[in-house]
């Protein structure tokens, strides 16, 4: 019975774990619409994520699967980037060191900004 009762419990929480990458892409994709938020609330791009706005049952976290800042950025051209350096914690890198990155854009084609338009319901993900 002892065996059984510890080889189902080996197996539970062998199910309970969660991969650090995938971690890390809810928190950048949690961190978006955070952003997307603030922008709707104040009519401004954040200038850094301790900012944003808390959502009510969200993990509201800002950090990789690997307990590291995402990095944030906007471009001249208004594109807001959150990138994770990956297990290593280095640019580059291969499997879990690898970075990820995810780009959106806060302008339209014509330049307008579009992260604050209340029609806009989420943010257009650039290349």
């Avoid at 065996?3 to 971690?23: H, K, Y």
């Avoid at 619409?33 to 850094?48: F, G, M, T």
């Avoid at 995810?102 to 993900?125: C, W």
Wanted: proline content about 5%; overall charge negative; charged content about 25%.
């Amino acid at each position: 019975m002892a065996v059984g009762t510890i080889f189902i419990l080996g197996v539970i929480s062998l199910v309970d774990v969660v991969p650090p990458l995938a971690i890390t892409r809810t928190a950048i994709t949690e961190a978006f619409a955070r952003i997307h938020l603030y922008a709707q609330l104040s009519n401004k791009i954040p200038e850094s994520l301790d900012i944003l706005p808390k959502r009510e049952g969200y993990a509201n976290c800002t950090t990789d699967g690997w307990k590291r800042n995402l990095q944030y950025s906007v471009d001249s051209d208004g594109i807001i980037s959150l990138k994770s350096f990956g297990k290593d914690g280095l640019p580059g890198g291969s499997v879990d060191d690898a970075d990820v990155e995810v780009r959106y854009h806060t302008r339209d084609t014509e330049g307008r900004s579009i992260i604050a338009d209340p029609r806009q319901r989420e943010l257009m993900i650039a290349d």
